[in-house]
């Protein structure tokens, strides 16, 4: 028991201590900005963020990932709050999460590996890009304390460490900029101009809804979408802590957590959430590994809200700007650019398109659809090629050397490769460099045997590996087949 927590919670603490205390100070104006998004009260997503770190710390399956509220799944929620109400909004939550469990049941986590390596470059970039943006009308009106702070707060994020990396520069830099923020009095937009904080708990607390089929109907596509965005946000997210830890997660086990977590965000108050990449990227790179940054994010969000409430509130927002910005910059895989001209145009062509349209649209679900349909009709378009050669034999004997994947897409190209009228009287179709797919391929070498008995001629099926002779012996291909010509 003590050797599974230990490798669970207990191998990096110090590090997790004082990562996740730093995700925490991140966390807070992103909530609130979500929640304004929502048309919810801040305390909303202040909840929701609490909540769902802390049960997804001891029931997800990427440790060191921090989820939370996030801007993908409050831009969903606006319609919801504005036509039904908060309750409504609990309400589908909840659904949200209990769909989640149910796809994390049935393991929908494996889809994940359907996802090319290009789209998740894209999807890495664009986040990049969407969370330098998003700081940027931080910048409206700002003074040239604004911008000096900024640059100061960068300064340390990048200096300290040559220092000490006992402590996250990232945290660093927030103390040091909040504290000289305060001590001079400058005229600074700070974390309680952007929503007024309650220092009050969140408390359980059912949907006052009459539950009834039309209303479960009514509520089932708005979870429906929260839903896969979420896990689509969350499972990106993992495959690329996964890549930057060098360490493997059971994405199954968060899809399932993912739920859980928001099933309780959907009883305490909060709305729905996911993975967040620009405050796991700050965990990660402030050294956090284990469940315990996650659990101490998520506890230290909350302690700050009641406790350190009257600090927190004189936050400078250009602290956590500078911050952001230095995620947006460690965020962004900066090799593509380099590689950009030397991989495949298809590829290069999915990557730019997926960072496109996330930019442009918002929506991480949409962006990484787009990017595997794309990457979907380019392997089709490759894999849809077959071809023949031709060789006559001292015997007389005509092989054709099929070189390419028979399936239903190159089964009418695959007809056509042979001279069934001019052909010598035996001949040898050879599958040795081939593959025979599914029922349609095995159509299409029945009707070419057949086309060949018509004309008086034997035609011998050779060379099928042990898959493909399998689906041909199942289908009662009635061919002569060989091992070889």
Not at 44 to 60: D, K, N, R
Not at 138 to 144: D, E, L, M
Not at 280 to 301: E, Y
Request: hydrophobic share 55%.
């Amino acid at each position: 028991m003590y050797a599974k927590l230990k490798n669970s919670w207990l191998f990096n603490v110090r590090r997790d201590v004082l990562s996740g205390m730093t995700v925490a100070f991140a966390l807070i104006p992103e909530a609130i900005a979500f929640s304004i998004l929502a048309g919810v009260d801040p305390m909303v997503g202040l909840y929701a963020s609490f909540c769902i770190a802390v049960t997804i710390s001891i029931v997800g399956g990427r440790m060191g990932m921090i989820s939370a509220a996030t801007g993908a799944m409050a831009s969903l929620m606006g319609p919801i709050v504005a036509k039904y109400g908060l309750e409504y909004l609990f309400a589908v939550t909840i659904l949200t999460g209990i769909l989640q469990f149910l796809m994390g049941m049935l393991k929908f986590g494996r889809f994940i590996t359907f996802i090319p390596h290009s789209v998740v470059t894209g999807f890495v970039n664009a986040l990049a890009i969407i969370i330098f943006m998003a700081q940027l009308p931080n910048f409206r009106g700002a003074n040239w304390q604004m911008y000096a702070m900024v640059a100061g707060t960068l300064a340390i994020v990048y200096l300290f460490p040559l220092l000490t990396k006992a402590v996250p520069s990232a945290l660093a830099a927030i103390i040091v900029m909040t504290a000289l923020s305060m001590a001079m009095g400058l005229d600074l937009r700070t974390v309680g101009d952007m929503g007024e904080i309650t220092q009050a708990p969140p408390v359980f607390h059912l949907p006052d809804l009459a539950l009834s089929l039309h209303v479960v109907g009514t509520m089932l596509p708005y979870a429906l979408a929260l839903a896969i965005v979420g896990l689509t946000e969350s499972l990106m997210t993992a495959t690329i802590v996964d890549e930057m830890t060098e360490t493997k997660s059971d994405k199954n086990r968060e899809v399932r957590g993912q739920g859980i977590a928001n099933i309780v965000s959907g009883l305490f108050g909060g709305m729905a959430g996911c993975a967040m990449i620009g405050q796991t990227v700050i965990n990660v790179k402030s050294g956090g590994r284990s469940r315990l940054s996650t659990f101490v994010a998520g506890v230290f969000l909350l302690f700050l809200i009641l406790v350190l409430g009257d600090v927190v509130r004189r936050i400078p927002m250009a602290a956590l700007v500078g911050v952001m910005f230095m995620v947006s910059i460690g965020t962004f895989d900066w090799g593509s650019l380099k590689t950009l001209t030397k991989i495949p145009r298809s590829d290069a062509l999915v990557m730019v398109v997926t960072v496109a349209i996330v930019v442009a649209t918002s929506d991480l679900a949409i962006g990484v659809v787009t990017g595997v349909i794309l990457s979907a009709l380019n392997f089709g378009w490759k894999m849809a090629s077959i071809k023949a050669r031709a060789e006559l034999k001292p015997d007389g004997t005509k092989v054709y050397r099929i070189a390419g994947q028979l399936f239903f897409g190159t089964m009418a190209h695959f007809a056509e490769l042979f001279d069934y009228r001019n052909d010598p009287e035996r001949v040898v179709i050879d599958f040795s460099s081939s593959h025979v797919w599914d029922h349609s391929a095995v159509t299409a070498i029945a009707k070419a045997v057949q086309k060949y008995e018509q004309a008086g001629k034997q035609a011998e099926v050779a060379g099928l590996n042990e898959e493909s002779r399998k689906l041909v012996d199942r289908a009662g291909l009635t061919a002569p087949t060989g091992h070889g010509p």
